[in-house]
C-alpha cells in the first residue's frame, strides 16, 4: 500500500511540473524570489491546475510516510521525473527516444533492486523540535545564501543557485512531512494547529512554493531539473537517516546492493532530466 501511494504522489507532482513550468516561463524576471510571482501565475489556469495536481500529490505523500520510510517514499518520488517525462511528451505531442525508454527502464529497475532489500528497520519517529529548528534554520540560512547569490549571477548560474536552493526545500519538507502527518493521525486536527512541526511545514513549504518557481523562471530545465531531483532526495534520506534515525534492516551484502541501487538511480534521474531539458519536454 504505501508503494502504490508514494507512486501516486510521484505521478502528480510529475503533472505539476509540467504544468507549473510553462507558466512560470512567462513570468518576468524582476519577479523572481518575489511574492509577486506567485500572484501573477495565480492567473494563469495551466498553473493553477498544476497546483491542484501538487495538492493531490502532497496528500498521497502524506499518507505513505504516516507508516512509510522517508526512504522508501523519497526514493519512490525520485522516479517522478520518469512520469513528468511522459506528462511532457503527451502535452508537447513528441515521441520519446529510444534512449529515454532505456533510461527509465533502468531507473525502475534500480528502484526495485532498492526496495527488494532496503528494508526499513525503525519507524517510529524519535526525532525532537529542537532537532528540526536545528535543520530548518540551517536550510533556511543556506537558501537565502543561495537566494543572494543567484541575485547577482548570470542567468545560467542563477537557475542553477536556485535549483539547488528548491531542492534542499523539498527535501526538507518532505521529512518533516513524514512527523506532521503521524500526529495527525495520533492526536487529529487540533494537534496539528498547535503543533510548531506543522507550522515550520507551512513556512518552508511556502518558501518551496517560492523558490521553484524562481527556479522554473530563471532558465532553462536543463540547469535546473536534474539539480533539484537528484538534490531533493539526497537531502531527504540524510534527514531520515540523521534526524529521524532511520535504518535498513538488511545484511552487509543487502546494504551494499541498496546503495548501489540507489546511486544507479539517481543517475538515471539526472540523465533523463539532462536528456528532457535539452529537447524542451520538461
Known sequence: MIYALATISALMFALATALQHRSAQKADAKKAMRPALIFFLALDPMWLLGIVADIVGLFFQFAALVNGSVLVVQAILAIGL???????????????KSSELVLSLLTALALIGFLSVGVPARLKDTSTLSSW????????TVVVALGAFAHHANQGRRTFLLGVAAG????????????????FVAHGMFRIVVDPHAWILVT?????????????????????????????????????LVVLHETLSANTSGAVVAAVSLSLMLLGVWGLARIATEEGLA
Open 82 to 96: 520518469v512520469f513528468s517525462l511522459f506528462f511532457s511528451a503527451v502535452l508537447h505531442n513528441i515521441r520519446l
Open 204 to 240: 518552508m513549504g511556502v518558501a518551496d512554493v517560492l523558490v521553484i518557481q524562481s527556479a522554473f523562471q530563471a532558465g532553462p530545465l536543463r540547469v535546473s531539473l536534474p539539480i533539484i531531483s537528484v538534490i531533493e532526495p539526497v537531502v531527504a534520506i540524510a534527514i531520515g
Open 133 to 140: 529548528l536545528i535543520v530548518a534554520t540551517a536550510a533556511a
Open 168 to 183: 534542499i526545500l523539498h527535501g526538507f519538507t518532505v521529512s518533516l512531512s513524514k512527523v506532521v502527518a503521524q500526529n
